[in-house]
């Protein structure tokens, strides 16, 4: 069998040093600094397609409930990062806010009971797992918000 021989061409629009390379020369200035700036290739079957833009991202959910706020303490500062309440409230502000409990300010929630009764199903998952493992403010904050939360959830239903 023979060798067969590879030709490889550099097709990049600047050489290592930072040079644009001869073939480009021809390109306006406007052509090539939104490729520089967004380290877009240069060539045409390597570009990916436009990333979407804040106007075609949906709109972020409500965030508190209207009900009697839950109360959470505040994170420990001392660990650097978030706590156990900042989870508790990850998984409780979108069940509130799928149960139709808007913020002050956000206007009307869609309410979607499925995606609500999924959270609280998921807060009950943490509470299984942790037990036994939580500080007795941990636990009651726990319990006390899964009470709320189920409570609203069976006055929705009917």
């Known amino acids: 069998m023979s060798e067969q021989k590879f030709k490889i061409t550099d097709k990049r629009m600047f050489t290592a040093e ?28 390597d570009r990916t397609p436009p990333v979407a833009t804040p106007a075609q991202v949906p709109e972020a959910m409500p965030e508190a409930p209207s009900g009697p706020p839950l109360e959470l303490p505040a994170s420990d500062e ?32 869609p309410e979607d009971l499925e995606m609500s009764r999924a959270y609280i199903d998921l807060l009950d998952v943490l509470r299984q797992k942790t037990r036994g493992n939580l500080s007795s403010q941990e636990s009651a904050v726990l319990e006390d918000v899964i009470y709320r939360l189920k409570t609203r959830y069976v006055q929705k239903r009917g």
Not at 19 to 44: F, K, N, T
Not at 81 to 107: C, I, K, M, N, T
């Open 78 to 109: 001392s660990l650097g990062g978030p706590g156990f309440f900042d989870l508790v409230s990850l998984l409780a502000e979108p069940a509130a806010a799928y149960l139709g409990d808007a913020g002050p300010g956000v206007g009307e929630a």
């Open 18 to 45: 930072g040079v644009l390379r001869d073939e480009y020369q021809h390109l306006s200035e406007a052509d090539i600094r939104p490729a520089e700036e967004a380290g877009a290739p240069s060539s045409s079957e």
